[in-house]
């Protein structure tokens, strides 16, 4: 099973590009979200999406934009990148849009701006 | 608002001895609470949750937690590391009340397992 897939792996920008991550996953689940890993800052919650057509904001959303037009794929997006949102990015999903089932990671984005 | 603390940033521990990678938390209502691991280069994994019940609960790879509720704690425990338990830890918890449906992260405590 290949579970939650994010691509890319690894991306430089320079400071005002855009890109998007993608992330997608096979299992079917409802709750879909992006986490940003900073080094002493743990993970933060940046969007999350409860089913197909339903976003909300997490902790730090700001500079980011999602969508969920399919269970399978929730995207990320940085419109206009900045220094600050050099991270690791990760998505993740559960089976149980409450939050009481265990979330499945995706093997992260390492993105680096300039 | 809801929290989770993890107070070491770094925790070690010689091979063949027990651990524990400390969690508190601060919530309304009662918690759900999740530990998780990361190797390098990796996603996080899931190793155990507690939802209700029994106040130990018991996971992957021989870890198990012990759920609190008095000193509001979460602490994870394994009673003989192995060096391939070396990798960051993640609590998290997330309020039984909470529509929001969103589950918060600690910031991470780096388990060092010595041969």
């Known amino acids: 099973n290949a579970g939650v897939t994010q691509t890319p792996k690894f991306q430089v920008l320079k400071t005002g590009q855009s890109m998007t991550l993608q992330c997608a996953q096979d299992m079917n689940h409802e709750y879909m979200s992006w986490y940003r890993q900073d080094p002493g800052m743990g993970l933060r919650l940046i969007h999350y999406s409860v089913g197909a057509g339903i976003t909300d904001q997490g902790e730090v959303p700001n500079g980011y934009n999602v969508s969920r037009s399919t269970t399978e794929d929730f995207p990320l997006r940085l419109l206009s990148a900045a220094p600050s949102q050099t991270s690791v990015y990760f998505c993740?999903?559960?089976?149980?849009?409450?939050?009481?089932?265990?979330?499945?990671f995706g093997s992260g984005t390492q993105l680096s701006v300039l | 608002a809801q929290s989770v603390a993890q107070p070491e940033d770094q925790v070690n521990v010689a091979e063949g001895n027990p651990l524990t990678v400390k969690c508190t938390y601060s919530v309304s209502g009662n918690p759900y609470l999740f530990w998780y691991v990361q190797y390098p280069n990796r996603g996080l994994q899931f190793l155990l949750k507690y939802i209700t019940g029994d106040n130990l609960v018991k996971g992957s790879y021989g870890f198990e937690a012990e759920f609190n509720k008095s000193q509001t704690s979460f602490h994870l425990k394994k009673p003989s590391a192995l060096v391939s338990d070396s990798a960051l830890y993640f609590c998290a918890v997330r309020p039984f009340m909470n529509r929001d449906d969103k589950i918060i992260f600690g910031k991470g405590t780096r388990l060092h397992i010595l041969p």
């Open positions: 993740a999903s559960s089976y149980d849009r409450d939050g009481l089932g265990k979330l499945f």
